[in-house]
């Protein structure tokens, strides 16, 4: 795309959604805010197309030129996602049928089966029209294909013969495929390939991963194919982008969606008043940023409340808004956009609150809105596309989020009920990133298909449960040439069709890793470490899971204090090549963790002045289009924190006062010192 | 309806659920008791009409002529809450269809669609049959419609036909509809009303509202429709009521309902055992007092024990049997009727056991109901017909219930969990009621239609969320004309159709409450008031919710303890005319309600000798047929209490003992004192 | 079945889930492992017919033959448990239908209706087959007909046709229906056998206990089916057995199956690590004993860990698996088989592992398994067929265990819940047994249909809903007689269709009870016994239900401490004829239930030195083949316990060492002693 002149910063607006008409008053408040951008139009295909195959226009028009005139740019999204009546009663076979087959009726958004072929029939004429509309209009800006897309849970016929034309492709033969699935387990195997049971009930662990990467596929697809046809109608200059209904999804593969993408976009809504600590932001912005190792936009974002009821709300105190703001932007977001301008007055967002309220007059949200917009007028040059180079990795696995729910290794029910996870793949990554952040880490994801993990000296791999054994080789190639790796328990225990290797675990990680092991128990109770070897105190132990590890050149830097597991170590690590791998074989305590996490980084050389800071303050660092360093030093929480300011001379961008290496810098509550070098 | 030469009191009586013939040893036994009615008929239509248009009426004329020999009135039901089998095979589609569509399947009793017409065609027969029938017979002196009706959750296609057809009616186009509703909101407007999508999976907070009042409304019409049917064929003198199962229903308007009636009657169950404080039965028996402003029978009550199970048997201790039928008078019943007379010994209701045991033998509660009917023959004809005259009123208002359960205020869970309220309207008007009952201060309820709220000197208020102008208009006429009103938070939010107001909130209430606000938030965790303005204690604070009000006029009488909310009141009160308006932004625990609510109401010259009784003695006060005061002292502990009386000289009915004013009267464990003044 | 000339040990075996051929590998590992059995084939039909009508068996004959070269016997199991894929697609009818009738998808095992006719032709052509083909081969020693079976919870057409049949043939007429069910009541009486409505919505309690026979009726008929199928073509001297999946289902009576089977055989799964106290193992080897009082099979239990997840993998502490081996033994197992040699490397059972793990390598399980066999083969033939000769039977009750489930007396939830039971039939009969092992008392299980109670001198009864007049009888005439009775609560309330008794309760035990009660009360919190006792401590109370016991002849021996319920005794003893009965009216803490327990054994004259071990310690008794006593000694705990040895002199098998009469031994952690007098 485009280089943008200034970051972007404005909100989602829908003048349709609005009792009464006051696009003028709306678009004056805008401009005085200092809004550079609104995003519209995804959420109505029934003004677009009010009946099948009349389009209109006129009614966004005058929004558009209305924009146009106080230089607010438009991004337009393409209104796939929410089907209108009459579409649904021409066709009511396109709602999306849910595992199981329970009867769906219409109501809800995001419920058609996107692969249905008259979907797309008309979805294709709606896009094609629209675009073609609005290519020739300089103020739209980028196009938005759908929204929050993901696989809808479809199970559809067409959905499913779709999988079986895939399975057909990828085994060649049934045969092939029992094999690779183990169906003779049970006697569930197939002749040929008219014989495929349903998904409904399978029990198959390689049926339900293969399935869980075929609804990835669809969203892939889909929004491949609607970025294509926008592509063909657009105006060159204008950007295509989709915005992820935030990150790490089971039904989403957003690093391959993203390669249909000019710039990957984001929907973050965090915690506000006592849970703001700005780490939500930082980990889908880190995960959005590392999508095309680039900028990345904010196409949604907390405005006041953020709730389908209202037992959930909770405006931002005084300054969080503008704290948000900063933290997306020192991330690397090129923009930030709320969701959304006017608070609804009826439906199932009727809590969801823009930044009016629902008597759509000047607030305090609106005033800080304000303040923020105007700033960015003046500082944002200095702020947009800001590079951010990280030296750690956390490889993420959609398989292997997948695979392990089905095989969850933790449960907060008894055996006799199904597994309730307490912790999984997904809390273990948040763990590792978590620590990262609070240790003033900064840290990219980095993906198995991703060709060169060399550009990191650390990467963090959590419970790798599936991997075909290419993967597990880079990894081991990874550590060989130097690279240093933490590795959680279950990492190359099953094959790329979830089947557990029959070689001896971890399998061709064994090398590497230094050990080797048969048995693993869950841990009924949480185990101390004998001697608390990381000085971390007996209150911080191990859970879930341990891995019987019999070290055969790895070192054990901590053993369970156990009769019974005490014989295995639990934590080893092992010199490989010119590189280390360190190895958890069961899950640490947050402060066991950071203190693992800790040692391993001090060891790489990545650790300086930033762990010194106040806990509420975060630190965050790049390089602006001068060239020049900028650091972040964000404050969450209620009360002024101090610091050393320790690197080079500079001024803060905010208030313009000079900031010097090695002085005592204030940071007021929930706000924001921004340091450009000199 | 006539006028009862006394109490009626009895039991629903099933000979034909009992295992062997004894009609004439039950009767004899009732009669030696002392009842002087029986219910009879509601539940058996295989017997009244064991195949398809073939009519029995024997098995019950042997029991009404037995009843009719020994005095005992009988209370006639129409037995159209259960379908027979044969009628079930013959039109399965009468089974109420639940939103979602699951199949249903015969076993359970009301699950009829009560709208369908053949349904109907086949209890019109059998109704005028049954009228017809016992018109003539004087010991029939009314009719019971139907038994706990209620819309049976039905959806059917005749249910939603009907709904269509409704909102053509009300909102007359498409447009019109669309524009109430805010259908623009995800493009789901329609354009003609055979697109109307059915309520399985509506998301709109105006669909949801206007189906909750559709379901009302079914209920309401298949009600007077029945009532119309018995009074076609009744004798004159005989009354026709129904027996609601309980009050305040999401999917009843017992408002309406009455309207039809002749006389309001209620099933109330209670707790028993040390969970009998008489609450349950005051705020029920007030509320179906009001529906009418009248008298009204208990047709179901507490014999032994009630329970699905066998988990939750409580049968009464000494003398709560007793206690309870005072309980009931006092508060204006004319009748009460246990459920039911023999335990029965299979089915669903095993454990809801009746006066007698399974063992159909003379027992404990046999004992004390014989001591009750025998009492009641003697001083009923002082207690029956008892006048109540309140001065406190709570509006409730059916349509906030519904609304605020859409979008409610409190969840015990998290938000990524779908919200269960631990505190809704129902909450809330149980609070206040149940305040005012411990502050022994009667009040009625009030509903929205009610023309004139001007005979209440206080009215309470409790998140009135939906409401139309007039219904704001004429809260605040009510306050400037000299009434008091105590208010709480989400009031006048939203108007008739479930939309916020787009004017500043609390819209046409604003000058009445004398201020503004724009902003809102849950309150994660109880807050305390700042300086215990109340002088409740630190331990009383307020929850869920807070409303950031502005004052214009009112004045502040509490605030927050806390940095952010703080700068907000959490209690106001405004002057208006000649009157008040008290509005609580937040919900108060308990005892801070009972401080406020107290405060009310002696400032309004409502409080006197009646708040100085002992905690488990309560009073109850009406004016009978002898136009002389009565008063009761309800003791619901297992200990005496003593209290001094305030009132003029009298005599304590049960006993004839005389009760002089200023003297230390003591009541008995789970006793009770009726004084008739002299 | 023939004798056994030593106890069977082994594994179930799965060759054709394995991931490469490993067929020498396994049965040289089994042979070193001193296997003796393998159970194979019932798993996999798929194989044994690939195509309708095409059947193979060269597959498994080089399996068969490598074992038996091995010496290693086979026992064979019919397929049927799990349909080909080619089988649901020619008749996806098979699927069982669950009641509410929702959709079925094949994917998982035992979901067929084995009622289907279709069924039963394709499952009778494949087993007569299979027979046919091993009845010559000698190393085949018996047949396992299909696995686990269950009823499937199946409401099939043809099955609810087959329920009206029995019913037809049971009731005689639907009057005589209607007048067991109580079907007047709710008016759902029915005039001819087809208005009979289906069990989906049933809420009669007597429809649902015949329902639920009906499904055991299933189970029984389906297993007597293939068992006689098996007889038809087998050899002789191959015996015919089911294992059934652990013990005392709600939907099989192992009763009436066993008499179908040539020997008996469960599948117990059990604790592990600290959570392994051999009472899971006692409780379902003594259930099985009892069915024909006779030895019996493991045919499967715990290997390395067995779980659907990965969440609770609880791999054996060191020596645990040699304890539970000979736990099963002193039992009475003549066979000890685990579940099952190699783990499976995909699929729902990945992490039920089996010997060894999924690197099929040697390894730790595999060691103590090889220790076992060997020593097996050595001492096997002292402990083969031990015969166990109780004096305590505890009765069975399925019907009971049902009704209670329908009218649970506990709930955890409030009443507007559903009631979630947190004790039932179920808790009680295990409370009672495990009271039993904890006191070293062996006992048997007795069945209603049992001739003759008389073997036994204390008879306990828990909570018998559900009996006709008849059993009532049977059991006061066996106190008469001299036998001693401990029964609880609910005992002879209700009759064989689940209707509650119409005289006095306990109706026809009235003069064994010697009381009667009238009412109960469900208790809302635990209450203390008045003056302790039984010197239990005040800590120990009595919950959930209390009758209220008027005492005729019997003897009050506990009272409540409340001043409600304290007029009625908690517990009586009542000597009638020769024997005593003594009634608990109430649910007793463990502690409380061990007192009273041990009073009754005490004055049985059942107690002695086995009630002094130490609490891990647990002592099994019997006699072996060479007519000689021998005594297990089993130490279910992680340090070494001592005892005095109170039997005549004998000697250690496992260590030949020498045992001598009141010297105290020294039992290692979880090790055994088994004495074998001289």
């Known amino acids: 795309m485009e280089l943008l002149p200034n970051v972007l910063y404005g909100a989602a607006y829908y003048h349709e959604y609005e009792p009464y008409e006051r696009l003028d008053q709306d678009v004056a408040m805008m401009k005085k805010a200092g809004f550079s951008v609104v995003r519209m139009g995804e959420s109505t295909w029934s003004l677009w197309e009010p009946e099948d195959g009349h389009f209109t226009y006129a009614w966004m028009d005058r929004v558009v030129d209305a924009m146009g005139k106080a230089g607010i740019k438009v991004i337009m999204g393409t209104p796939t996602y929410s089907l209108p009546v009459w579409l649904y009663h021409e066709h009511p076979e396109m ?53 929050e897309t993901s696989s809808n849970g479809a199970s559809n016929p067409d959905v499913f013969a779709g999988f079986v034309h895939h399975l057909q492709e990828k085994f060649g033969t049934p045969q092939n495929l029992n094999k690779a699935w183990f169906l003779n387990y049970w006697g569930q195997d197939i002749n040929n390939w008219n014989e495929m049971p349903t998904p409904d009930s399978a029990q198959s662990t390689g049926y339900k991963l293969e399935w869980s990467r075929w609804q990835q596929m669809r969203v892939t697809n889909y929004l491949a194919w609607q970025a294509a046809l926008v592509r063909q109608y657009r105006r ?17 593969n957003e690093f391959e969606v993203a390669k249909s993408l000019d710039i990957a976009a984001d929907n973050i809504y965090h915690g506000t008043q006592d849970n703001m600590d700005g780490w939500a932001q930082a980990e889908h912005g880190d995960f959005t940023r590392s999508l095309k190792h680039s900028n990345y936009l904010i196409t949604e974002t907390n405005a006041q409340t953020t709730d389908w009821t209202s037992a959930f709300q909770y405006p ?28 609804i007055h009826s439906g199932q967002e009727t809590y969801w609150k823009g930044v009016l309220s ?46 392990i729910s089905f095989m969850p290794f933790s449960s907060s029910g008894p055996q006799w009920a199904s597994a309730q996870p307490v912790a999984d793949y997904g809390t273990l990554v948040s763990q590792v990133h978590h620590t990262l952040y609070r240790l003033n880490v ?13 550009r990191y000296k650390v990467l963090i791999i959590p419970a790798l449960y599936i991997a075909d054994d290419a993967l597990l080789q880079k990894i081991s190639d990874y550590v060989e040439n130097g690279g240093h790796v933490l590795m959680t328990f279950k990492s190359g225990f099953a094959n790329e069709d979830s089947a557990v290797r029959w070689e001896r675990a971890p399998g ?6 230094g050990f080797s092991y048969q048995e693993f128990s869950s841990l009924e109770h949480p185990l101390a470490l004998k001697g608390d070897p990381f000085g971390a105190g007996a209150e911080n132990k191990v859970s879930y899971w341990a891995e019987f590890l019999m070290p055969e050149h790895a070192t054990a830097l901590a053993w369970y204090d156990h009769p019974f597991f005490g014989r295995w170590p639990a934590i080893t690590r092992n010199s490989f090549g010119s590189g280390t791998l360190t190895y958890e074989g069961t899950y640490l305590s947050d402060e066991l963790q950071r203190r693992v996490l800790l040692d391993v980084l001090t060891r790489s050389g990545l650790t300086g002045p930033d762990q010194s800071l106040p806990a509420p303050v975060h630190v965050k660092h790049g390089t602006n289009r001068f060239n020049k360093r900028v650091h972040y030093y964000l404050n969450y929480s209620g009360s002024a924190q101090q610091f050393v300011y320790p690197y080079a001379d500079g001024v803060d961008l905010p208030t313009a006062h000079p900031i010097a290496h090695g002085k005592t810098v204030t940071v007021q509550p929930w706000d924001v010192i921004i340091v450009e070098e000199n």
Chains 1, 2, 3 share one sequence.
Do not use: C
């Open 316 to 343: 931002p105190y005084d300054g969080q808004l503008r704290l948000d703001a900063y933290t997306d932007l020192s991330s690397g977001a090129n923009m930030v956009e709320y969701w959304h301008w006017g608070s």
């Open 442 to 454: 900064g840290a990219d994801f980095v993906f198995p298909e991703d060709p060169d993990f060399s």
């Open 236 to 252: 060159p200059d204008q950007f295509v982008t989709t915005d992820f209904a935030g990150a790490m999804h089971r039904d989403v």
């Open 95 to 147: 709602l999306a049928r849910p595992l199981g087959g329970a009867p769906q009726f219409y109501g809800m958004r995001q419920n058609m089966d996107t692969d249905n072929p008259i979907f797309r029939s008309y979805a294709q004429r709606l896009v094609a029209h629209l675009v073609e509309h609005y290519r020739n209009n300089p103020n739209v800006i980028g196009w938005q294909v759908d929204n």
């Open 508 to 513: 061709p990680l064994r090398k590497a890793t």
């Open 358 to 403: 629902h008597d759509l007059e000047p607030n305090r949200a609106y005033a800080e809105v304000s303040r923020i917009g105007n700033e960015l007028r003046r500082i944002g040059p200095h702020l947009v596309d800001l590079k951010i180079s990280n030296q750690v990795g956390i490889l993420w696995s959609t398989d292997s989020l997948n695979a």
